[in-house]
């Protein structure tokens, strides 16, 4: 396994290392700047050293490489043409630079004119599609997909026209599947302990009300119906149980990288909400991520910050009454399948990969961008909130029978096999 954080993945040290990565710091800043979304080039100058040399009898799969390595680091790594795998998690794979699916479908005939980028880089995409064409036939890239929606996408694209594009959806870490205390349990620690945030690392990265409030004076419009002194509030969970343990709350959970972040649609679940329904009283909501959002006086809402600990994050998600997802676009939806496997039920959107992480049996799917339905479901959900149990635990089952370790490992393991067979 070789990634930047462990250093088993370095830049050469030096003048060159530095060179290069002022350079690729620059032209990631250019794209930026001249862009109307999230583009990453794949032209970086920067090399990286492996911890262990890559040799021609090695299989390397690349994975979450977007925006730190690009066709000059690859060409160094590979330079002794082992086999290469190459799974998509987002189009960046199979598009001009494009990081998110918005609707654009000019991959289609090689990223022409890329609608984001502003003058003079309108043609930039296009090069960049022409580099990745022709790096993949050069190593002979072996394209694999992390979902069924995903593997569709890329055979549209060029790039892997009449190419089998097998599907290896993501690992669910054991911490999330593992049977755990009952969350009335979960909820009696989280009192002893002092709240949700009690550990340090967490706490110093959760929001407290003095910034919630500087962040919503400066972009809630002025006359809106968003009060900017809610106190939206960091510190723990109310000491009664949610409404699912008979208790007094309903506890509803959304996440995201970054809250602010349009794609998720947290902001704009909130500035839908219907406060005067009486379902929004009783509910606590639980939001795990950096930033801030607009939140409507008078509801409750939990800012917990960025959550490092897996450990820590399948404690909160086996305390919540349901986890909703916002999302206008998921190319599969890990939150979503991890608050599952607690035994949590989820209300998402259906768009691009999420239907394939949704439980068929216990979570439920909207119309992507239906807002109304969404509260309507949630609203129904709050009515007939699920006690834990059997119903819950078969959630859990039915997440670690489809991606465990060892399901996926022996998918992976078929798809190699399969791939090199052929050539």
């Not at 119906?225 to 009664?240: F, I, K, N, R, Y």
Request: with cysteine.
């Amino acid at each position: 396994m070789l990634c930047l954080d462990d250093g088993s993945l370095a830049p050469p040290e030096g003048l060159s290392g530095r060179v290069n990565g002022r350079f690729d710091w620059a032209l990631s800043g250019a794209i930026h700047l001249r862009s109307r979304g999230t583009m990453l080039s794949f032209h970086r100058r920067q090399i990286w050293t492996p911890e262990v040399e890559i040799g021609a009898d090695d299989i390397v799969h690349l994975h979450s490489i977007t925006g730190f390595i690009g066709e000059r680091g690859l060409r160094h790594l590979l330079r002794k043409r082992p086999r290469v795998f190459w799974t998509a998690h987002n189009p960046w794979l199979f598009t001009g630079g494009c990081v998110a699916y918005a609707g654009c479908d000019r991959f289609e005939s090689g990223c022409r004119r890329c609608p984001l980028l502003k003058f003079p880089l309108e043609r930039w995409s296009r090069w960049e599609f022409l580099v990745k064409a022709k790096f993949w036939q050069e190593f002979d890239v072996r394209p694999i997909a992390n979902s069924e929606w995903m593997a569709a996408m890329m055979r549209r694209s060029p790039l892997f026209e009449g190419v089998d594009i097998p599907v290896v959806p993501p690992i669910v870490d054991e911490i999330f599947t593992a049977k755990a205390d009952s969350r009335k349990e979960i909820l009696r620690r989280i009192a002893d302990d002092g709240g949700l945030i009690a550990d340090s690392a967490v706490g110093a990265k959760a929001l407290d009300a003095g910034r919630v409030r500087q962040w919503n004076a400066e972009h809630i419009p002025t006359g809106s119906s968003l009060d900017s002194s809610t106190p939206a509030t960091s510190h723990s969970l109310p000491v009664t149980a949610p409404k699912a343990l008979g208790g007094s709350r309903f506890v509803v959970g959304l996440s995201a990288r970054s809250l602010t972040d349009q794609g998720k649609g947290i902001d704009q679940f909130f500035a839908r909400l219907p406060v005067d329904r009486a379902f929004v009283k009783e509910t606590t909501f639980v939001l795990i991520g950096d930033g801030g959002v607009r939140v409507p006086a008078g509801v409750d809402c939990r800012f917990l910050g960025h959550i490092d600990s897996p450990t820590r994050l399948a404690e909160i998600y086996r305390s919540l009454d349901l986890f909703v997802s916002a999302s206008a676009m998921e190319t599969f939806g890990m939150a979503i399948l991890e608050a599952q496997a607690c035994g949590t039920p989820v209300v998402a959107f259906e768009t691009g990969g999420t239907p394939e992480a949704v439980c068929p049996f216990a979570s439920r799917l909207v119309p992507n961008g239906n807002f109304p339905e969404l509260f309507r479901v949630v609203e129904e959900m709050f009515d007939v909130a699920r006690s834990e149990g059997e119903k819950n635990r078969k959630l859990a089952e039915w997440v670690a029978a489809k991606h465990s370790w060892q399901a996926i490992a022996e998918t992976q393991i078929k798809t190699y096999s399969s791939l090199l067979n052929r050539g």
